[in-house]
């Protein structure tokens, strides 16, 4: 059975990102489940492989308008798509750097892949994945983990 | 007996009294003769200066003295001694500082009989 | 396998071997050929030599007769007798001095004598030299007037012509009695000198032989240790070309292998010959002479890289018997963390096993060998993980044959979607505490409905999931924020939840095609039984999961609850029931849920227990009683009763005072109305224990509000000692008409 803890690991990793970048914290909102296989993405996610004793993927995707905000509140005024997938990369990166230190036992964890405009969404391994809404200000992030 | 082959002491110390007695019962090595069992390392220190064993069966954890100190204390004592260290596997690192400390061998709790003689078999070796 | 170092050192054995026997030869050669033969060839020169002096010196015995002869015949014929005289004195010194070296020969060291003389130490020849000496010492008296004669023998006149004077006439007697003399001795003397040639020649013809045989005896030695070279020669090629094979496959396995494998000394550093596959192994090239704790440094955690070290250095200690302390060995399967350069890790379970290398009697190495075992430790953990899964099934499966199918079915279908709703209440965006504590309500509601109808139709592992859900629900109505971070658990749980029905589904579905298989063998075996996957797929279900006659199947499991909960509280109980065929659909589910919670209620808390019931005049078994009346346009009426202890007004406000609904002043002023709504707000029980059945106090907050939803009303009458009765009218619907007429 899936764990809690494990959930947790991830959620932390993309709520440290927000505190370190903009001081100003990030809030998990209502949790729910995706058992069609379409957790949905926004313009941008960074996706993280997992394999050993779970396999599966985790990204963090995130709106234009949500990563403008946060360039611009990290004193960066290049909007470019690079910066974005910038971003959106060390969120993922974070996560995953967090998974390394706390999973440890049996989990290989990847490097994050960026993608943007996913037109068919990220493909998920499984049907049934986890959604974590991340509210920040205004807007909305969320990160899907799908693992089994 | 074996008339030919000289007898070996052997010496059980466990703070279980079931213990104890299963190694007793068990151990089917014709040249072993059990003089003594012990429930905790002071006593097993006293009994090994009376009946000076040259096999010892030796639990790890046990009230008043650990097996670690006893182990010890009975190669001190007599240099020859043969221990076999008979414990739970909770950790690694104490069953391998007993062997630091002198014992001989090491058999995991709990043990079939078969492990049991093999154990000792393998710890008079050529004795 | 062969350790490289063992070869190495049979190898230093058997060249220690060979220096011994070259030297061992050459002494025996210098001891057997060299010193004889040295000294052969001194005794042979020294007999040669010896030879020589004697054959030359033999000469002056005829010299000496000669001379005498010559002086007789002078002093007869009035010669010249200073010529004789002369050659007589010269022949006598000769064999005076030949005589006087021959005898003063002593016994010889080989190297420090006049060489003529060694030779003349044979005893024999010393005899010959004995009498020789002898006789000429005799002998040599009679020269002596002859020699010792100086002047002239003759009166010399011209008239009496020439004639001997007395001293001639002595002289010629002396030389008559020396001639006479020499007759004897000489040949004597002569005799003793042929003697000792003789005896000289055989000695050197002796040492000659002696000396061919030494010199055979060298050949032989030499042309042995010639071979012996050669011999040598080939084996050591042979050798090294087995050391080189040796280490070619050494190399050709190192090279192959997929093991790491390398060697660790005293000091427990790593030698220079591992196996390739160790660089891949550790993700480094410099292992050769680097220390064991600097290879696991970092890669294992500080205590096990502690206890390895300690571990392989008590293997160096011959008290440690290798084959009792495997079973300690820290790193017998142990994960190691690599950190890449690019800031990655990776995790792999590596198992290293320990081997000592004995040159001899001595521990010479450790051979450390190490695999990576990481697909077989995730293996094993599949493994677990799936036999935990199939346990789980398993105990589910033996849940599942206690259920009813068709209560199985309806609850599938119900769960499925109180699951789903419990979801999209989840999935409404939050992000006020207000909007969260919302969600906490709805989402009890439907998870406290699935656990009722668990527990009622017995399916307890999934009446477990729902408590447990139910409880972290609990737990968060106390909490004073809510925030999404809280909501996490309900996620694990629900996905849980889903999947486990998933599984019953999965099993489900198995039972049915296990029936129908057993079903087609049992009926059609001589036809020739068609394949189970051939029936027609509504045919095996429909017999499993038949539709009862309406309200069957909720009779069925109501009693099952009774008996269940009534079991477990050491009560009993039966349940009659009565019109529940006169339910329409609509209120199918609405009434489940209240009986459901009703009957649990009645168990718990009205029933008394056997022995009470006995003392106050009953029968120990308790009656709950359910009715469902049509009543036309009025709508249904459901009644539940049982024939219990009641309800005590005194307890209810004692309990609500207790739980912080109600002051006790506000309670006093309470009539008997006032304080049965008491028992329908939340977070209220008289029962003083929490579990699973009841006592949380949502049973009768529960029906309250299924009763508000569906537009009813619920009123209760209760006699102490006698019984309590719920009354819920429900209103008349449309499609009540509709599904009436059906039943």
Request: include cysteine.
């Given at each position: 059975?899936?764990?809690?803890?494990?959930?947790?690991?991830?959620?932390?990793?993309?709520?440290?990102?927000?505190?370190?970048?903009?001081?100003?914290?990030?809030?998990?909102?209502?949790?729910?489940?995706?058992?069609?296989?379409?957790?949905?993405?926004?313009?941008?996610?960074?996706?993280?492989?997992?394999?050993?004793?779970?396999?599966?993927?985790?990204?963090?995707?995130?709106?234009?308008?949500?990563?403008?905000?946060?360039?611009?509140?990290?004193?960066?005024?290049?909007?470019?798509?690079?910066?974005?997938?910038?971003?959106?990369?060390?969120?993922?990166?974070?996560?995953?750097?967090?998974?390394?230190?706390?999973?440890?036992?049996?989990?290989?964890?990847?490097?994050?892949?960026?993608?943007?405009?996913?037109?068919?969404?990220?493909?998920?391994?499984?049907?049934?994945?986890?959604?974590?809404?991340?509210?920040?200000?205004?807007?909305?992030?969320?990160?899907?983990?799908?693992?089994? | 007996?074996?008339?030919?082959?000289?007898?070996?002491?052997?010496?059980?110390?466990?703070?279980?009294?079931?213990?104890?007695?299963?190694?007793?019962?068990?151990?089917?090595?014709?040249?072993?003769?059990?003089?003594?069992?012990?429930?905790?390392?002071?006593?097993?220190?006293?009994?090994?200066?009376?009946?000076?064993?040259?096999?010892?069966?030796?639990?790890?954890?046990?009230?008043?003295?650990?097996?670690?100190?006893?182990?010890?204390?009975?190669?001190?004592?007599?240099?020859?001694?043969?221990?076999?260290?008979?414990?739970?596997?909770?950790?690694?690192?104490?069953?391998?500082?007993?062997?630091?400390?002198?014992?001989?061998?090491?058999?995991?709790?709990?043990?079939?009989?078969?492990?049991?003689?093999?154990?000792?078999?393998?710890?008079?070796?050529?004795? | 396998?062969?350790?490289?170092?063992?070869?190495?050192?049979?190898?230093?054995?058997?060249?220690?071997?060979?220096?011994?026997?070259?030297?061992?030869?050459?002494?025996?050669?210098?001891?057997?050929?060299?010193?004889?033969?040295?000294?052969?060839?001194?005794?042979?020169?020294?007999?040669?030599?010896?030879?020589?002096?004697?054959?030359e010196r033999r000469s002056y015995t005829l010299a000496v007769r000669n001379a005498v002869e010559t002086l007789q015949d002078r002093l007869d014929s009035g010669g010249y007798v200073q010529a004789p005289l002369d050659q007589l004195r010269k022949a006598g010194e000769g064999l005076s001095d030949a005589v006087t070296?021959?005898?003063?020969?002593?016994?010889?060291?080989?190297?420090?004598?006049?060489?003529?003389?060694?030779?003349?130490?044979?005893?024999?020849?010393?005899?010959?030299?004995?009498?020789l000496d002898r006789e000429w010492s005799a002998y040599r008296a009679h020269l002596a007037p002859l020699v010792a004669f100086h002047g002239i023998p003759f009166y010399d006149s011209e008239s009496a012509g020439t004639h001997l004077n007395p001293e001639g006439r002595k002289l010629a007697d002396a030389t008559t009695l020396a001639l006479q003399e020499a007759r004897q001795a000489i040949p004597r003397m002569d005799a003793d000198f042929?003697?000792?040639?003789?005896?000289?020649?055989?000695?050197?013809?002796?040492?000659?032989?002696?000396?061919?045989?030494?010199?055979?005896?060298?050949?032989?030695?030499?042309?042995?240790?010639?071979?012996?070279?050669?011999?040598?020669?080939?084996?050591?090629?042979?050798?090294?070309?087995?050391?080189?094979?040796?280490?070619?496959?050494?190399?050709?396995?190192?090279?192959?292998?997929?093991?790491?494998?390398?060697?660790?000394?005293?000091?427990?550093?790593?030698?220079?010959?591992?196996?390739?596959?160790?660089?891949?192994?550790?993700?480094?090239?410099?292992?050769?002479?680097?220390?064991?704790?600097?290879?696991?440094?970092?890669?294992?955690?500080?205590?096990?890289?502690?206890?390895?070290?300690?571990?392989?250095?008590?293997?160096?200690?011959?008290?440690?018997?290798?084959?009792?302390?495997?079973?300690?060995?820290?790193?017998?399967?142990?994960?190691?963390?690599?950190?890449?350069?690019?800031?990655?890790?990776?995790?792999?379970?590596?198992?290293?096993?320990?081997?000592?290398?004995?040159?001899?009697?001595?521990?010479?190495?450790?051979?450390?060998?190490?695999?990576?075992?990481?697909?077989?430790?995730?293996?094993?953990?599949?493994?677990?993980?799936?036999?935990?899964?199939?346990?789980?099934?398993?105990?589910?499966?033996?849940?599942?044959?206690?259920?009813?199918?068709?209560?199985?079915?309806?609850?599938?279908?119900?769960?499925?979607?109180?699951?789903?709703?419990?979801?999209?209440?989840?999935?409404?965006?939050?992000?006020?505490?207000?909007?969260?504590?919302?969600?906490?309500?709805?989402?009890?509601?439907?998870?406290?409905?699935?656990?009722?109808?668990?527990?009622?139709?017995?399916?307890?592992?999934?009446?477990?999931?729902?408590?447990?859900?139910?409880?972290?629900?609990?737990?968060?109505?106390?909490?004073?924020?809510?925030?999404?971070?809280?909501?996490?658990?309900?996620?694990?749980?629900?996905?849980?939840?889903?999947?486990?029905?998933?599984?019953?589904?999965?099993?489900?579905?198995?039972?049915?095609?296990?029936?129908?298989?057993?079903?087609?063998?049992?009926?059609?075996?001589?036809?020739?039984?068609?394949?189970?996957?051939?029936?027609?797929?509504?045919?095996?279900?429909?017999?499993?999961?038949?539709?009862?006659?309406?309200?069957?199947?909720?009779?069925?499991?109501?009693?099952?609850?009774?008996?269940?909960?009534?079991?477990?509280?050491?009560?009993?109980?039966?349940?009659?029931?009565?019109?529940?065929?006169?339910?329409?659909?609509?209120?199918?589910?609405?009434?489940?849920?209240?009986?459901?919670?009703?009957?649990?209620?009645?168990?718990?808390?009205?029933?008394?227990?056997?022995?009470?019931?006995?003392?106050?005049?009953?029968?120990?078994?308790?009656?709950?009683?359910?009715?469902?009346?049509?009543?036309?346009?009025?709508?249904?009426?459901?009644?539940?009763?049982?024939?219990?202890?009641?309800?005590?007004?005194?307890?209810?406000?004692?309990?609500?005072?207790?739980?912080?609904?109600?002051?006790?002043?506000?309670?006093?002023?309470?009539?008997?109305?006032?304080?049965?709504?008491?028992?329908?707000?939340?977070?209220?029980?008289?029962?003083?224990?929490?579990?699973?059945?009841?006592?949380?106090?949502?049973?009768?907050?529960?029906?309250?509000?299924?009763?508000?939803?569906?537009?009813?009303?619920?009123?209760?009458?209760?006699?102490?000692?006698?019984?309590?009765?719920?009354?819920?009218?429900?209103?008349?619907?449309?499609?009540?008409?509709?599904?009436?007429?059906?039943?």
């Amino acid at each position: 059975m899936f764990r809690e803890s494990e959930l947790r690991i991830f959620i932390d990793g993309a709520l440290r990102v927000f505190e370190t970048l903009t001081s100003q914290a990030a809030t998990v909102g209502s949790p729910y489940l995706v058992t069609d296989g379409k957790p949905g993405t926004y313009e941008y996610a960074g996706v993280i492989d997992i394999s050993g004793i779970r396999k599966g993927i985790v990204y963090f995707t995130a709106p234009r308008g949500m990563l403008t905000v946060l360039l611009m509140r990290m004193q960066e005024t290049d909007t470019s798509e690079e910066n974005m997938r910038d971003l959106v990369g060390e969120v993922a990166n974070t996560i995953s750097g967090n998974a390394r230190r706390d999973l440890g036992k049996g989990f290989v964890i990847s490097v994050p892949n960026v993608v943007s405009n996913p037109a068919d969404g990220v493909a998920m391994p499984h049907s049934r994945s986890f959604v974590i809404p991340i509210n920040w200000r205004t807007h909305a992030a969320k990160l899907v983990v799908c693992l089994q | 007996m074996d008339g030919r082959v000289a007898t070996l002491k052997m010496m059980i110390v466990d703070d279980s009294n079931i213990i104890r007695r299963r190694i007793e019962r068990s151990q089917q090595i014709d040249r072993l003769e059990v003089v003594g069992s012990a429930s905790n390392g002071v006593e097993a220190v006293e009994l090994f200066k009376r009946t000076d064993p040259d096999v010892v069966t030796m639990d790890l954890t046990m009230p008043e003295m650990d097996g670690i100190e006893c182990v010890e204390r009975l190669v001190a004592l007599k240099p020859s001694v043969l221990i076999l260290v008979v414990s739970a596997l909770a950790d690694k690192a104490t069953a391998v500082e007993a062997i630091e400390r002198g014992a001989n061998g090491f058999l995991c709790k709990p043990f079939t009989d078969r492990q049991l003689n093999g154990a000792l078999e393998e710890l008079l070796g050529g004795r | 396998m062969k350790s490289p170092k063992g070869t190495e050192a049979g190898a230093n054995r058997r060249v220690r071997l060979d220096i011994i026997l070259i030297v061992a030869a050459c002494v025996a050669f210098l001891g057997v050929v060299f010193i004889p033969g040295l000294r052969l060839a001194k005794s042979l020169s020294n007999d040669a030599s010896a030879l020589k002096f004697v054959s030359e010196r033999r000469s002056y015995t005829l010299a000496v007769r000669n001379a005498v002869e010559t002086l007789q015949d002078r002093l007869d014929s009035g010669g010249y007798v200073q010529a004789p005289l002369d050659q007589l004195r010269k022949a006598g010194e000769g064999l005076s001095d030949a005589v006087t070296r021959m005898s003063g020969a002593r016994e010889i060291g080989v190297f420090d004598t006049p060489t003529e003389t060694t030779a003349l130490a044979d005893p024999q020849i010393k005899a010959s030299v004995t009498a020789l000496d002898r006789e000429w010492s005799a002998y040599r008296a009679h020269l002596a007037p002859l020699v010792a004669f100086h002047g002239i023998p003759f009166y010399d006149s011209e008239s009496a012509g020439t004639h001997l004077n007395p001293e001639g006439r002595k002289l010629a007697d002396a030389t008559t009695l020396a001639l006479q003399e020499a007759r004897q001795a000489i040949p004597r003397m002569d005799a003793d000198f042929i003697a000792v040639t003789d005896a000289l020649e055989k000695s050197a013809a002796a040492s000659t032989s002696r000396l061919s045989l030494v010199m055979l005896v060298g050949l032989v030695l030499a042309a042995t240790m010639v071979s012996f070279a050669i011999m040598l020669q080939l084996a050591r090629k042979k050798q090294e070309e087995a050391v080189r094979d040796a280490q070619a496959q050494m190399q050709r396995i190192f090279a192959t292998m997929k093991e790491g494998l390398f060697l660790l000394d005293r000091d427990l550093v790593i030698g220079s010959a591992y196996s390739a596959a160790t660089k891949d192994l550790f993700k480094r090239d410099d292992l050769a002479g680097l220390s064991f704790e600097e290879l696991l440094k970092g890669l294992v955690p500080e205590k096990t890289l502690d206890t390895a070290m300690k571990f392989a250095r008590v293997l160096w200690s011959e008290r440690t018997k290798e084959n009792l302390v495997k079973s300690i060995n820290p790193l017998g399967e142990v994960e190691v963390r690599f950190q890449s350069e690019a800031g990655g890790a990776s995790t792999q379970y590596l198992e290293f096993d320990f081997h000592r290398v004995r040159a001899g009697d001595d521990i010479a190495y450790l051979l450390v060998s190490v695999s990576d075992v990481s697909a077989r430790v995730a293996l094993a953990n599949e493994l677990k993980a799936s036999q935990e899964k199939t346990q789980a099934q398993i105990d589910t499966l033996l849940n599942l044959l206690r259920v009813d199918p068709n209560q199985l079915s309806s609850f599938l279908g119900d769960s499925d979607a109180a699951l789903q709703m419990v979801n999209s209440i989840l999935r409404e965006p939050a992000r006020e505490e207000a909007a969260f504590r919302k969600k906490v309500d709805s989402m009890f509601r439907q998870i406290h409905a699935i656990k009722g109808e668990a527990a009622a139709i017995g399916l307890t592992t999934v009446e477990e999931r729902a408590h447990g859900f139910e409880e972290n629900l609990r737990a968060l109505r106390e909490k004073r924020e809510l925030t999404g971070n809280d909501f996490l658990p309900l996620i694990v749980k629900l996905d849980d939840l889903f999947t486990h029905m998933q599984s019953i589904r999965e099993l489900l579905g198995q039972l049915s095609r296990l029936q129908e298989v057993v079903r087609n063998t049992g009926r059609a075996p001589a036809a020739g039984a068609k394949p189970a996957r051939a029936t027609k797929p509504g045919a095996g279900e429909s017999t499993i999961i038949e539709p009862l006659a309406a309200g069957a199947d909720l009779a069925i499991m109501l009693k099952q609850l009774a008996e269940r909960v009534g079991l477990e509280n050491g009560k009993a109980a039966r349940v009659e029931i009565a019109g529940a065929a006169a339910l329409p659909n609509a209120y199918r589910r609405v009434v489940k849920d209240i009986a459901v919670q009703a009957v649990r209620n009645a168990v718990m808390h009205g029933i008394e227990a056997p022995q009470a019931r006995r003392d106050a005049g009953k029968d120990p078994c308790g009656v709950i009683r359910i009715e469902v009346a049509d009543q036309g346009a009025e709508g249904y009426r459901l009644t539940i009763e049982d024939d219990g202890q009641g309800l005590a007004t005194e307890k209810i406000i004692a309990s609500a005072v207790q739980k912080g609904l109600v002051s006790e002043a506000e309670a006093a002023t309470f009539g008997p109305k006032q304080v049965m709504r008491l028992l329908f707000r939340p977070g209220f029980s008289t029962y003083e224990k929490a579990t699973k059945d009841a006592g949380r106090g949502v049973g009768m907050n529960l029906i309250a509000n299924l009763v508000n939803e569906s537009g009813g009303k619920i009123g209760v009458s209760t006699s102490p000692g006698k019984f309590t009765r719920f009354t819920i009218n429900l209103p008349a619907t449309s499609a009540a008409g509709s599904s009436h007429e059906a039943a």
